[in-house]
């Protein structure tokens, strides 16, 4: 291929980049209420596909939207919760749809034998503790359970309480990594997905995510954000999806996803509770 032809081909598909990008950003332009017709559109559809995961994200975008929120909303929310465990937050969820959109409401009876279902769960819940061990629920654990600080302060040799639960997280972060392989992990091996944590000098955390490139262990840093403590719900929500084989730990600020871990039940508690605690201590002045 001659200059000409190279220098036509770069004009070519450095347009398509534009117009690709065009599009992307005209997508994003629509109007609060035109977005959430689109998004609540998408919701319906990965419920009837029961990706409930992608209906979760969805109607969490809806709630951040300065738009009015059609009834279904709710109606929807409820299932996602209690598709998730939250048997609460799914009463509460289809009892504000009976009570928006009535009796006419498309969704009315429907909820009505949701409620019913909700509460026969619970029961039997009740009745058998916390379920077997086969169950795959979302949880919200509360913060400043688990390890004594003051052993973790021995353990990692650390001088404060911020300073070991920082390095505690970390450790299970890296313990609790997304692999694409989970069954057969090398001895060593980085995570594909790896997390780090940090405190910056505001007190805020600053979360940094990387990636392992392929067939090697060299890690290539994604981003970076900072999640301001002051004003935050210490609890912090997680749930495991058997399905994908992974585990979701939630920004305690909006609901969205924060960390994506390996289907461990257990880790991914422990990681949610430890960065509960962390940002509880970090809250508390001294």
Not at 165 to 181: D, P, V
Request: hydrophobic residues 35%; negative net charge.
């Amino acid at each position: 291929m001659n200059a000409n032809s190279n220098r036509v081909c770069h004009r070519f598909f450095g347009g398509l980049v534009f117009v690709s990008a065009l599009w992307a950003a005209q997508a994003n332009a629509l109007a609060p209420e035109h977005e959430t017709r689109r998004l609540m559109l998408a919701t319906e559809q990965a419920v009837q596909e029961e990706r409930w995961g992608d209906a979760g994200e969805f109607l969490n975008r809806i709630q951040k939207l300065d738009a009015s929120k059609p009834a279904a909303y709710a109606y929807y929310r409820g299932k996602v919760m209690l598709q998730s465990g939250h048997h609460a937050e799914a009463k509460s969820a289809f009892e504000s749809y009976v009570e928006s959109a009535g009796e006419e409401g498309e969704y009315y009876k429907d909820a009505l034998r949701l409620i019913t279902e909700v509460e026969r769960q619970q029961k039997g819940k009740t009745a058998n503790g916390n379920g077997n061990g086969n169950d795959r629920v979302a949880m919200i654990e509360p913060a400043g359970q688990g390890e004594p600080v003051d052993k973790l302060k021995q353990l990692y040799l650390a001088d404060s309480d911020v300073e070991a639960l920082k390095i505690h997280l970390n450790t299970l972060l890296e313990m609790a990594g997304w692999r694409e392989e989970q069954r057969i992990v090398r001895a060593g091996a980085k995570p594909d997905i790896l997390y780090r944590v940090s405190v910056g000098s505001g007190g805020e955390l600053v979360i940094q995510e990387s990636r392992r490139q392929e067939d090697s262990d060299v890690e290539r840093r994604l981003s970076s954000q900072s999640l301001s403590v002051y004003g935050v719900d210490p609890s912090v929500n997680w749930d495991c999806n058997g399905v994908n084989q992974t585990c979701w730990v939630y920004d305690p600020r909006n609901g969205t996803r924060l960390f994506k871990l390996s289907d461990n039940r257990d880790r991914a508690a422990e990681v949610a509770q430890t960065l509960g605690r962390l940002i509880k201590t970090l809250q508390t002045p001294g």
